[in-house]
C-alpha cells in the first residue's frame, strides 16, 4: 500500500529491514516472530524480528506484549545488548527457544513518543532556520522533551516566539521520510554535517536519515510520524538557561483541537 513513508525506504539494507522493524516502519505495532534465545536468568528473550524499539538517541524503549502458544507477559524493559535486541518479560514462565510467539507494542505509549521525537526534530529545524546553531543534547519521555542549544541568551518571549514556529511547521503538514544515504552522499551534504552526521564512525554506511522535508534532515535511529501535522499541537512549557552558551527549551505534545 502506497502510504508515504510506509513502504520499505529505499536502500534500506535488508538485514535490518528484516530484523529490526522499527527501522524500516514506525508504524508496525503487532507482528510474528521466533524466539532466537531465551536468558532465563536474565529473564529476557530475543526474538528473529522485532517491532520493539530497544531504546536509543534520547528515544526511550518500547512497552508491550509477548503472546505465545501456552503463555503470555508483559514486555518491561528492552535494550540492545552487544549487537542483539533482548526483550524483558515480567513474570517466570518464558518462552522456548523456537516457539512463534507475536509482539504487541504498547502503541499509545509509542505513537505518543513517536510525535514527540518529531516535535523535538522540528524545534531543531526551527531553531537552525531562525537562529543558525545546532542542537548539542536532549531527552525525551512519551509526550515531552528538551533539547539543548548553545544560543546566546533565552527568554520566556523566545520560548512563546518558537511555539508559534513549531506550530507553524506542524500546519504546513511537511512530509517525513526515512532514508538510507551512502556514506559518501550524506558526507557531502550539508544539511547532515550541520548535524554532525559526519562524526559517526565510518563503518556505519549507509546512514539511516530522517528528512522533514525542507525543515531538517539528522541522521538518526528513532521512530518518527509521517508528516508533521500528525504530531498534533507543541507547547514550550520551560526555557532555562544552562550557563554561558547552553540554553534548554522543553516541550511537551498535546492533541490539536
Ligand atoms: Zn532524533
Known sequence: MAVPGRRVPDNAPAALAETELFSVDAYCREFGATVLEVDADEGRVA????????????????LGRLVWGDGSAPI????RDQ???????DGDHLPDPGAEVQG???WARRHLTMRT???LHILCGVIWADHRVAVTGGNMDPGTGRLDFPLPSMSAELGRQLEVRINEEIAAAREIAVEFV???VADADPALIRTAANLIPREIDPLRVIDIVGLDKQADGGTHVLSTAEVGRVEV??????GKGNKRVRLRVVDAG
Open 76 to 79: 518491561t524493559r528492552v535494550k
Open 237 to 242: 512549557v520551560g526555557t532555562e538557561s544552562k
Open 83 to 89: 549487537g542483539r535486541i533482548w526483550h524483558w518479560l
Open 117 to 119: 521525537h518529531t516535535a
Open 182 to 184: 551512502g556514506r559518501e
Open 47 to 62: 526474538l528473529r524480528r522485532t517491532a520493539f524499539y530497544p531504546g536509543g538517541g534520547g528515544q526511550p524503549h518500547d
Open 104 to 106: 504487541e507494542l504498547d
